[in-house]
C-alpha cells in the first residue's frame, strides 16, 4: 500500500455488495476490483465500474481494463500492478461461499495473501464458522497468513451505495490497521461503525461482530414478520392502507423495519409493481443461525418468524422480496361463499347433469373466498392469456397464467377447493368458463366423436372428455352426438345451421344437448373482419377461424376408442374384497400375473432407471419461477417433452413417471407421450395420489389422500397408457417429538399396500414409496433404525393384503443422517448402510428399488448410489436410480437470466447426468474427494467437473 491508496478486492457485488464498492471506487485514495461468480451480476458491475472510477484517478484506465478482464478467483491474485490487495472484503451470501472462494482449489486464495492483508467477511455468517475460517486458514497456511476479520452490515442497497452502512466490528486490537478507516468510509464517516468488544469468557473478539449481526437479525427479521402481520390485518378488517400508514410511521408503533418494508408490503396489496431489495431466502438463512447461536428454546419469536420465512419459501416466494411476507398472513377464508354466490361467476346454464358459469374479472380485481365443491372443466378464453394469483386455504398463494384456449380440470368431491384469484398486470384479465359435472348422465350408445373430422381430444379425465373443434372461414361439418354435451364458443363468428339460418356467436356462449338422432350442419360464414372481446370489453380483431371447446360427461359412455378402453363406471371395489387377501394374490390371474411380472422385470433393466417427472404443476412452477420461466401448460409440456425425447435419453431409463396432467399431454408431433415413450422403450407410469393431510395428534405426520376414487383412476390412467404407478408416503425424523409415530408409520404403510392392491387389480404396477425426509439431526444409526422399522411395517402390510410381490417395485430414500446431524460419515459408511437395511427387511421376490434423490445433489446421490452397488454382493435386487431434482435442477440452472428454456442444452446436459446415474447403477460410478459423504470439510467437484 502506498501512504495515500488503500487496494480492495470484494467477492460479492450482488445488491449490497455492488453499491458499497462502487462508492468506494469513487473515492480517489482507494484502487477497487472485484469478482462475482455469477456472470450477469458480474458483468453488471463491470458496466457501472467504467463511469464509477473517477477521471482524476491516476490509474483509471489500468484499473477499468484490470477489472474487464477479471473472469475467475484466479484474475484476482496480485492484481494491482503485480501487487496484493491490502483488503479483501466478502460480501456473499453466506460461510459457505467465503470458504470456497478463499480456502478451495488447488491454489487457495488465502495461499496468495501476506499477513499484511485482512480479510473482511461482511456477510452474515454464525459466530461459529467466523472461527473455523480463521482455523482453517491458519492451517492451509502455516500457522501465519492474512488476518481475518468479521464486520457484518446493515442498512441494505441504498446505503451501501451511499457510503452510510451500519457495521459490526469485532474490536481490532490494532486501530491504525488500513481497513479501519476503509470501514469509516463506508459508514457515514464512522457514526455507525459499532466496535463489538470480545465476547464474555472468550480470548479473542473475532466472532463477535457476527454474534452483535446474529442478534440484530433477530430483531429484523421479527419486526418484517409483525409488520406484514399488521398490515395484512388492518387489510382484512377494512382500514385505509394509506393512512394506516401514515398513522403508524409517526406514532409509538413504528419500526424501521415497517417504515421500510411496509411501503413495499401496501405497493402490493394495491396490485402495483413492489422493488425487490432483500429475498425471502436471507432470512431463513440468518434467523437458522440465529437459532443455531442461541441456546434451545431461547429464541420462541425468531423460530416463529423463520417459520413464516420458510412458509413462504414453500410458497413458491423464494424469489420475491421480503416484504411480501404478507401473503403468509393473509389467510383470510373467515368468510366463504359457494361459487355460484361469488359476484364474478355469471351462472349461464344450470340443469341436473352440469352447472356452468361465465367468470370475467379485469386486472387488479381479487373474487372472494369461493368454494368448489363439484368436479370442473376451466376453459379460459383471455385472449392474450391471463396473470394471476391464486391463494388457495391452507397453501397460499401462488402466481399462475392460463393461455388462450386452455383448458383444465379440477377434482373437488373429495377435497373441496377454497380459494380467490387476483388478476394482475399482464395482457389481460381474467374471461372463463367454469363447468360443474352434477351428475352421471344415463348410458347410451357408443360416441363417435373420435371418428368425426376435426374433433381434437384435449383433456381426458374420469368424468369428462374435452374436444377441441376448429372451423376455417367457408368451412362445413355434419355432425351428430349420441350423448349429452355442452358446447362452449371460444373466439366470435357466424355459425349458419342447417342451410336455414345464421347464428352470430361470441365467446363464452354456451349450448347444452341431449343426445339426437339426426345429425346437424353447420358452416363458418365469418368473414376476416371478425371480432374477438378482450378482458376489458373491448373488441379486438381476430382470426375468422371459429373455435368450439365442448365436454361430454364420460361416466355413461361403455368404451371409447380401443386406445382408450374407459369402461362406462366408476370400478368400485365389492365390500368382501378388504377380507379375501391372501398371500400369493390368489385373485389375481395367471396372466395378470405374467404381465405385471414382465413390467416389473423391464423397470429393474440392469443399467437403467426412472426419470420422476411427477412434479404438480404448482411444484414445477415454483422450479421455473426460481431461474425466471413462466409457468404454463405449454411450458410445461415442451419441458416433458424435452426430457422425454433428448437423443439417447433411452439408453438409460426404463421408465418415466409422469403427472396426470403430462399423461395426457401430445408431443410437436401430435403422439400422446405414453405412446412416445413406449416407441422409445421407456415405459409410462403416473403418480396416482392427491394431496397431503395431516394427521391430528401426531406432532406433524402425515398421510396421502386418495384412496377412495383411486380404482376409477387407474382404470383412466391405463386406458391412457400408463403400466405402472407411484405413490409416495413421506415420513420425517425427530427423534425429540418420537416422529415417525407409530400411527403415522402403520397409517401409512397400510395405504401403500391398499394402493399397490388397487393397482395391480387393474393392470398397474405399483412402486411403492416410503420416503423419509433428509431433514433433521438424526444420526445415521438412528436412520437405519428407523428406516428398517418403517419397511418392515410396509412388507408386511403388502404380505397381509395379499398384493403380488414379483409385480411390484420399491422406491425408497437413501438412507442418510439428517441434513443437521453433526456426526461425520464417509461415502462407504452410508451405501454399507443402505445395504444393511434391506438386507434386514426388503423381500427377494421384488426385483428391485430405485432410490429417490430427495433433495440431494448430484454428486451425492450418484456417489452414494454408487456405493451401495459396490458392497451389494450376492444381494438379488437392482438398485438404480428415481430421481428428479438430481437430475432436473441443473437444467434449469442453464435458463437463469434467460427468459426461455433452453431445451437444446437441457438436452445435452440431461443425457450426461443419465450417463453418470447409470454407471452408479451399475457401481461403476468413481466419486471424487468429499462427494457423497456426510458432515466433511472437503471440496466437492463441480457439476461441469463431473461431466468433463
Known amino acids: 500500500m502506498t501512504s495515500n491508496t488503500t487496494r480492495v478486492v470484494t467477492f460479492g457485488v450482488g445488491s449490497m455488495g455492488s453499491g458499497m464498492t462502487l462508492h468506494l471506487a469513487s473515492l480517489p485514495s482507494y484502487e477497487v476490483l472485484a469478482y462475482d461468480a455469477w456472470t450477469p451480476t458480474l458483468e453488471r458491475f463491470v458496466d457501472n465500474y467504467a463511469s464509477t472510477v473517477p477521471t482524476s484517478h491516476p490509474r483509471q484506465q489500468d484499473l477499468i481494463a484490470k477489472q474487464r478482464s477479471v473472469k475467475s478467483v484466479e484474475d484476482l491474485v496480485n492484481p494491482f500492478a503485480g501487487s496484493p490487495p491490502d483488503v479483501v472484503i466478502f460480501m456473499v451470501v453466506n460461510s459457505d461461499q467465503v470458504k470456497d472462494l478463499l480456502l478451495s482449489g488447488p491454489s487457495p486464495y488465502a495461499k496468495t495473501l501476506p499477513s499484511t ?236 347433469l352440469c352447472r356452468a358459469f361465465f367468470v370475467k374479472f379485469d386486472i387488479g380485481d381479487t373474487t372472494l373466498a369461493h368454494k368448489h365443491a363439484c368436479d370442473s372443466v376451466y376453459i379460459f378464453l383471455c385472449p392474450d392469456g391471463a396473470n394471476v394469483n391464486n391463494h388457495v386455504q391452507g397453501t397460499g398463494c401462488g402466481k399462475d397464467f392460463m393461455e388462450f384456449g386452455e383448458v383444465r380440470y379440477g377434482e373437488h368431491c373429495e377435497c373441496p377447493l377454497v380459494h380467490k384469484i387476483t388478476s394482475l398486470e399482464g395482457p389481460g384479465g381474467v374471461v372463463c368458463v367454469d363447468a360443474e359435472i352434477l351428475a352421471s348422465p344415463p348410458k347410451m350408445g357408443k360416441p363417435e366423436v373420435e371418428e368425426m373430422s376435426g374433433h381434437e381430444l384435449v383433456k381426458l379425465r374420469k368424468k369428462v372428455r374435452v374436444f377441441k373443434l376448429a372451423l376455417a372461414p367457408g368451412q362445413e361439418l355434419d355432425y351428430q352426438y349420441s350423448f349429452f354435451h355442452l358446447i362452449v364458443v371460444a373466439k366470435n363468428g357466424k355459425l349458419q345451421v342447417n342451410d336455414s339460418y345464421t347464428a352470430e356467436k361470441k365467446p363464452g356462449d354456451m349450448q347444452f344437448g341431449e343426445p339426437a338422432g339426426f345429425s346437424t350442419k353447420v358452416k363458418n360464414v365469418g368473414d376476416s373482419n371478425s371480432h374477438g372481446l378482450s378482458s376489458s370489453g373491448e373488441s379486438i380483431k381476430s382470426k375468422a377461424d371459429l373455435d368450439f371447446i365442448f365436454h361430454s360427461p364420460m361416466l355413461f359412455r361403455s368404451v371409447l376408442a380401443a386406445t382408450f378402453s374407459i369402461t362406462s363406471f366408476y370400478a368400485v371395489l365389492p365390500s368382501s374384497y378388504a377380507y379375501t387377501m391372501n398371500t400369493g394374490a390368489p385373485h389375481l390371474s395367471e396372466a395378470r400375473k405374467a404381465q405385471l411380472r414382465e413390467v416389473a422385470s423391464q423397470m429393474a433393466t440392469p443399467g437403467k432407471g426412472l426419470t420422476a ?61 405414453p405412446q412416445l415413450l413406449k416407441q422409445r422403450g421407456i415405459l409410462p407410469g403416473v403418480k396416482p395420489h392427491l394431496k397431503i393431510y395431516t394427521l391430528p395428534g401426531t406432532n406433524g405426520d402425515t398421510v396421502m389422500q386418495g384412496l377412495d376414487s383411486l380404482a376409477a383412476r387407474c382404470k383412466e390412467y391405463v386406458a391412457a397408457g400408463a403400466v405402472f404407478a407411484k405413490w409416495r408416503s413421506p415420513l420425517v425424523i425427530d427423534v425429540s417429538k418420537g416422529c415417525p409415530t407409530d400411527i403415522a408409520i402403520r397409517a401409512n404403510m397400510h395405504d401403500l399396500a391398499r394402493y399397490a392392491l388397487i393397482c395391480q387389480d387393474e393392470g398397474l404396477v405399483p412402486i411403492v414409496e416410503p420416503d423419509i425426509s433428509l431433514s433433521g439431526s438424526h444420526t445415521l444409526e438412528q436412520a437405519i433404525q428407523i428406516n428398517i422399522k418403517v419397511q418392515a411395517e410396509l412388507y408386511k402390510a403388502m404380505i397381509d393384503h395379499g398384493v403380488y410381490m414379483e409385480g411390484s417395485t420399491l422406491k425408497p430414500n437413501i438412507v442418510n443422517p439428517g441434513r443437521d446431524c453433526t456426526e461425520s460419515y464417509t461415502v462407504e459408511e452410508i451405501g454399507a448402510a443402505n445395504i444393511r437395511v434391506l438386507r434386514d427387511v426388503f423381500p427377494v421376490a421384488m426385483p428391485g428399488a430405485n432410490f429417490l434423490s430427495g433433495g440431494q445433489s448430484l454428486q451425492d446421490a450418484a456417489a452414494r448410489l454408487s456405493a ?20 432436473q435442477l441443473p437444467l434449469l440452472d442453464l435458463c437463469k437470466a434467460k427468459g426461455e428454456l433452453c431445451l437444446d442444452e437441457m438436452g445435452k446436459l440431461y443425457v450426461e447426468e443419465l450417463k453418470i446415474a447409470s454407471a452408479a447403477a451399475k457401481g461403476e460410478w468413481s466419486w471424487d474427494g468429499e462427494e457423497g459423504s456426510h458432515g466433511n470439510k472437503g471440496k466437492k467437484r463441480e457439476l461441469s467437473a463431473m461431466l468433463g
Request: glycine share 10%; aromatic share 6%.
Open 868 to 887: 451401495m452397488n459396490k458392497v451389494k454382493g450376492n444381494s438379488p435386487w437392482n438398485l438404480s436410480f428415481s430421481w428428479s431434482q438430481a437430475l
Open 613 to 673: 417427472c411427477d412434479e404438480g404443476p404448482a411444484t414445477i412452477g415454483g422450479r421455473f419461477e426460481a431461474v425466471g420461466i413462466s409457468n404454463s401448460e405449454e411450458t410445461r409440456r415442451i419441458y416433458r417433452q424435452m426430457l422425454f425425447t433428448a437423443p439417447g435419453c433411452e439408453n438409460y431409463l426404463s421408465g418415466a413417471i409422469l403427472d396426470p396432467e403430462t399423461l395426457y399431454q401430445k408431443s410437436d408431433d401430435g403422439v400422446l407421450f
Open 117 to 352: 492483508t485482512t480479510v473482511l467477511i461482511m456477510a452474515t455468517c454464525a459466530p461459529s464458522a467466523i472461527l473455523e475460517i480463521d482455523a482453517a486458514k491458519s492451517e492451509l497456511c502455516g500457522g501465519g497468513g492474512c488476518r481475518v476479520v468479521d464486520a457484518p452490515v446493515s442498512g441494505g442497497p441504498v446505503k451501501a451505495a451511499a457510503g452510510k452502512l451500519s457495521i459490526m466490528l469485532s474490536e481490532p486490537e490494532d486501530m491504525s490497521l488500513p481497513y479501519v478507516p476503509m470501514l469509516k468510509d463506508i459508514s457515514g464517516g464512522g457514526e455507525t461503525l459499532f466496535m463489538i468488544p470480545k465476547l464474555e469468557g472468550k480470548t479473542t473478539s473475532l466472532g463477535a461482530g457476527s454474534m452483535a449481526k446474529a442478534v440484530h437479525q433477530l430483531l429484523a427479521g421479527v419486526h418484517i414478520s409483525s409488520a406484514c402481520e399488521a398490515l395484512t390485518l388492518a387489510k382484512n378488517v377494512g382500514l385505509d392502507l394509506e393512512c394506516f400508514y401514515s398513522l403508524v410511521v409517526t406514532a409509538a408503533g413504528n419500526s424501521w423495519m415497517f417504515q421500510d418494508r411496509g411501503r413495499r408490503t401496501i405497493d402490493a396489496m394495491m396490485s402495483k409493481d413492489a422493488a425487490i431489495k432483500s429475498r425471502v431466502p436471507i432470512f431463513v438463512k440468518d434467523l437458522n443461525i440465529v437459532i443455531g447461536e442461541a441456546k434451545a428454546g431461547a429464541t420462541p419469536m425468531a423460530e416463529l418468524a423463520l417459520s413464516k420465512f420458510e412458509r413462504a419459501v414453500e410458497m413458491g416466494m423464494g424469489g420475491e422480496d421480503d416484504s411480501q411476507l404478507w401473503k403468509v398472513f393473509d389467510d383470510d377464508f373467515s368468510h366463504v361463499v359457494d361459487v355460484a354466490e361469488e359476484p364474478r361467476h355469471h351462472l349461464r346454464l344450470h340443469n341436473d
